[in-house]
């Protein structure tokens, strides 16, 4: 898929390049993974086989919440939730950020380094941002009631995701700003869960903080009334408005932070490298505009199945971001017209037309749909990773056992063997001739 083999002359040499900003990164993740590595690491370990035990713990978070929360129902539903689940999952958060920081400096250690890493390792961060949102919206205990709600907690990490990806594609290194999504984001995602581990989740539907920023203090009472008002509506009915709850405040923030990261950095590449580039934005602009549209025309069939919703989102993102990331490792152009989103867009054409009923059946319609997304997804990861690591010779999991030829080396060996063929047989050819001679002039001699 997506050519993998047409470039396999240069892919061995691809270097990675990329910078965090980040001070939490420099002063505190990075040493800390950097000691992990050098003392409780074995060598032997492959770096993809860190990546993804980081990942497991996130699966193993998710998968426990889904067992206490399967219909992702929303506060005061989800009082009765254990405290423990939300520990667990700010641990498998932290966990998952100081794995995710040890697989390079293994890689490095061990002289390891490959194009697969690169792509193994952006492949689990994207299936990790949706699985953190959903996670995320459990421990504020918003779901099935605040749709719009935890579309938005979706986005806010798929947005700044896809936009770093889409200017590595043309500038060639991944930049992470002062303040990210894998240093920063991650945390405040822990945080948040240890938060209602320990104080509830009733505490995100109060109105603490905006109490406390605008009615107690004055500050700026009266100039943010109206748009207030508007956010919350927006993400819960209110017949009255009585100022915005916690989360929402969250995720308000959350959601500038990840536009203005969008707007800043699709400025700087469609500045540097044309307006052409946006045609690649293309395919993550539908996937966004198809969500809306079936959140609007679909409502009851969304709020019934709102975790396979987002888990269809997840799963179409996922195969975005990962087709951007192999592109730019292959060199090729990406292609924008996706085949897996078509029947999103369909859905989303047939939902705004009034063609599809909001129903039971339109629910599974989006079931369907999230079933055939998961597997063309999977099996798109399979066969990418067996071309990959059979064109470099080595192995997904292992990096102590060699491989056999690379693609490369099988047809060098092959040009090789037959160039040599073709110079024994005129070598041949030229021994008998000169054989034939020599019988020749012994017969004239005789």
């Known amino acids: 898929p997506d050519g993998v083999y047409e470039q396999t002359h240069w892919t061995p040499w691809l270097k990675y390049s990329g910078t965090d900003l980040s001070l939490t990164y420099k002063y505190i993740l990075s040493p800390l993974a950097q000691y992990n590595v050098d003392h409780f690491t074995p060598k032997s370990l492959a770096p993809n086989t860190i990546t993804f035990l980081g990942l497991l713990f996130m699966i193993l978070s998710y998968s426990t919440m889904y067992l206490y929360n399967p219909d992702l129902t929303s506060y005061p539903s989800t009082l009765s939730l254990p405290w423990w689940i939300f520990f667990l999952n700010g641990s498998c958060m932290l966990i998952y950020q100081t794995l995710d920081n040890m697989d390079g400096k293994q890689a ?3 002289s390891s380094s490959s194009p697969l890493g690169m792509l193994f390792d952006h492949g689990c961060d994207a299936i990790n941002s949706p699985l953190g949102s959903v996670n995320w919206c459990v421990a504020m205990g918003i779901g099935s009631g605040q749709t719009f709600a935890c579309f938005w907690t979706l986005i806010g990490s798929a947005i700044p995701f896809y936009f770093s990806t889409w ?20 945390i405040l995602g822990a945080g948040v869960s240890f938060y209602t581990a320990f104080a509830g989740v009733e505490k995100w539907h109060e109105y603490g903080v905006y109490d406390t920023l605008f009615s107690q203090t004055g500050f700026a009472q009266g100039i943010f009334d109206d748009q207030a008002a508007f956010a919350a509506n927006f993400f819960e009915s209110n017949d009255e408005f009585r100022g915005l709850k916690n989360y929402q405040l969250l995720i308000c923030l959350a959601a500038f932070c990840a536009i203005q990261e969008a707007f800043l950095k699709g400025y700087s590449v469609v500045r540097g490298h044309g307006f052409k580039t946006v045609l690649n934005l293309l395919p993550f602009l539908a996937l966004l505009s198809c969500a809306v549209v079936v959140g609007v025309y679909l409502p009851l069939a969304v709020a019934g199945n709102l ?3 987002m888990c269809l989102f997840g799963a179409l993102f996922v195969e975005q971001v990962t087709a951007l990331m192999l592109a730019h490792m292959t060199k090729q152009e990406m292609r924008p017209f996706r085949v897996v989103l078509v029947p999103g867009v369909a859905i989303a054409g047939l939902s705004y037309f009034g063609v599809m009923v909001d129903g039971e059946e339109s629910a599974k319609v989006v079931l369907m749909y999230t079933i055939f997304a998961f597997t063309f997804v999977g099996f798109k990861f399979t066969v990418v990773i067996s071309e990959i690591t059979e064109c470099l010779g080595i192995y997904c999991f292992d990096i102590m056992t060699k491989r056999g030829d690379t693609v490369e ?9 037959s160039k040599e063929s073709s110079n024994g047989g005129e070598k041949k050819s030229t021994r008998k001739a000169t054989r034939s001679s020599s019988r020749g002039r012994s017969k004239k001699n005789a």
């Open 167 to 186: 200017e590595e594609y043309y500038t060639g290194a991944l930049v992470l700003p002062v303040i990210n999504g894998p240093s920063e984001g991650l």
């Open 409 to 417: 080396y099988v047809v060098k060996k092959a040009t090789k063997a």
């Open 307 to 309: 975790r396979s919703f």
């Open 108 to 110: 490095r250690l061990t």
